[in-house]
């Protein structure tokens, strides 16, 4: 009897470190758990796929200084705002340049329709401060407009 009684507790003991079977039939709650394990694993995959995307955007624009920071404004990339430092040129004459373009040269600029001579006197004075560089996409969208408000 007492070996019998051994060997109960020993199974018993064991029984309860046995890892669980799975049961025969599939209920609607297991179902939906497996599919939410499926998409949060098939949405980590994406995730972690899209992440090298992020390394393809332009961080550094090699012509930032031109675009308002520094003495000389690109005439092709610039915003409208670049022009607030060159007294006399905003808004009448940097808002003409900005809504034309691109421009090849410096000596385009004075082509823009509608510049008085005043304007052309204005641009005159700080020509040297121009430059032309290639239009950027990322640039010359906000040229007119680049959503700052004050």
Excluded: C, W
């Amino acid at each position: 009897m007492m070996k019998l009684a051994i060997v109960a507790a020993l199974v018993s003991t064991a029984a309860a470190f046995a890892p669980n079977a799975q049961p025969a039939a599939q209920t609607a709650l297991n179902a939906e758990s497996d599919r939410r394990a499926f998409l949060g694993g098939a949405a980590a995959l994406l995730g972690a796929a899209a992440i090298p995307l992020a390394a393809n955007a332009v961080v550094d624009y090699e012509n930032i200084s031109y675009l308002g920071g520094g003495k000389i404004v690109d005439l092709n990339n610039a915003n409208v705002r670049a022009y607030l430092r060159l007294p006399g040129m905003y808004p009448g004459a940097a808002g003409k340049i900005v809504s034309h373009g691109p421009y090849k040269t410096v000596a385009d600029v004075y082509n823009v329709p509608g510049l008085t001579q005043g304007e052309k006197d204005v641009i005159k004075k700080y020509e040297s401060r121009f430059t032309t560089k290639e239009p950027a996409p990322e640039y010359v969208i906000d040229r007119i407009n680049n959503g700052l408000y004050r």
